[in-house]
């Protein structure tokens, strides 16, 4: 369920395809994931899982594999 | 839908004006302060008389750590943001010789750091709805300057620029940021200023009077409200000609 919700926050935030992400899509990597859509994508990730990041774990998230590691420590499993 | 704002420093002045302007409008009004009970008795009355839903924070926004408590709590009671009117102040008046080095911290922490930490956490609950407003309380003396305000008209200073870039940086995300710079208000600012003197600061204005309060807040109800539509990047003078 949580992975689902994180894939349709990147979906939505950066408006790519599915098939597009996977645990090696990376910031600046990716034409869609500038500094524009990460601002975008962190809305959308909050609004998701209704939590707020903080600015350090904001500047770490640098790939969707990443992400779901930072987002374990607000309580949200992707096992 | 009623539209929601976050009113910091609202327990006085500028910014308790701005609560009662915004509530007298129909928005839900979450109000910030560091007193209470002072919160708790205008979050009363705004309820008793129009009402609206108003919930509260007490904090003091010189520690950063407050500020994202505030901004989820805001967020959990208002169910989203469409306007952030950042009021907290403080002004110290001291000549240069006798300004502490923990009055700078203190006064760049009030007026710039929280600004930027509430920009940030705000601007990502309006990203969501891709729509909002912010609006800061500068002064005019961060562009005229004053004899004993270095101190408090470089932190006021500081927030035009930052008024300015956030603009450019969100604009095109549909947030509008905007500053208003009073001039002379009769608020706990000033409350110290001898007879001689406001006298003397009222000639200086065009109006050839001090301001109130609520003079300020209809200004920063505008800018925040989509009357203001088109405008963003502003810093806009109610100081009844003071600055012409």
């Not at chain 1, 500038?34 to 809305?43: E, F, Q, R, V, Y």
């Not at chain 2, 930490?117 to 309006?126: E, F, G, K, P, Y």
């Amino acid at each position: 369920m949580s992975i689902k919700l994180l894939k349709n926050a990147f979906i939505t935030a950066l408006e790519i395809p599915e098939n597009e992400i996977n645990d090696q899509l990376c910031y600046s990597q990716h034409q869609q994931w500038d500094s524009t859509g990460h601002m975008i994508l962190i809305a959308e990730i909050e609004n998701a899982f209704d939590i707020m990041l903080d600015t350090d774990d904001i500047i770490d998230m640098s790939s969707f594999l990443k992400a779901q590691e930072i987002l374990g420590k607000y309580e949200i499993s992707f096992n | 839908m009623k539209k929601r704002v976050v009113i910091t420093g609202a327990s006085s002045g500028i910014g308790k004006a701005c609560a009662y302007w915004f509530a007298s409008q129909g928005w839900q009004v979450f109000i910030h302060g560091r007193d209470e009970a002072k919160l708790q008795a205008l979050s009363t009355d705004l309820q008793k008389k129009y009402a609206i839903e108003c919930s509260l924070f007490s904090a003091d926004l010189t520690d950063s750590s407050t500020i994202k408590p505030l901004i989820q709590q805001a967020n959990k009671s208002l169910g989203g943001l469409d306007a952030l009117v950042h009021c907290a102040g403080s002004m110290v008046q001291n000549s240069l010789a006798m300004i502490k080095e923990q009055e700078i911290d203190q006064q760049f922490n009030l007026h710039l750091k929280s600004s930027l930490l509430l920009a940030q956490l705000c601007s990502r609950l309006m990203l969501r709805n891709k729509k909002g407003a912010m609006v800061f309380v500068s002064s005019t003396v961060a562009n005229q300057g004053a004899v004993g305000q270095a101190l408090y008209s470089a932190a006021k200073s500081g927030l035009h620029g930052m008024v300015k870039s956030l603009a450019k940086e969100l604009g095109p995300h549909g947030i509008r940021i905007n500053a208003v710079a009073p001039g002379f208000i009769e608020t706990s600012l000033v409350s110290d200023y001898s007879t001689d003197k406001r006298l003397q600061l009222a000639q200086a204005t065009s109006l050839k009077r001090l301001g109130k309060a609520d003079e300020v807040a209809s200004a920063i109800g505008f800018l925040a409200s989509e009357q203001a539509s088109y405008i963003t990047g502003q810093i806009l003078p109610v100081d009844a000609g003071l600055t012409i």
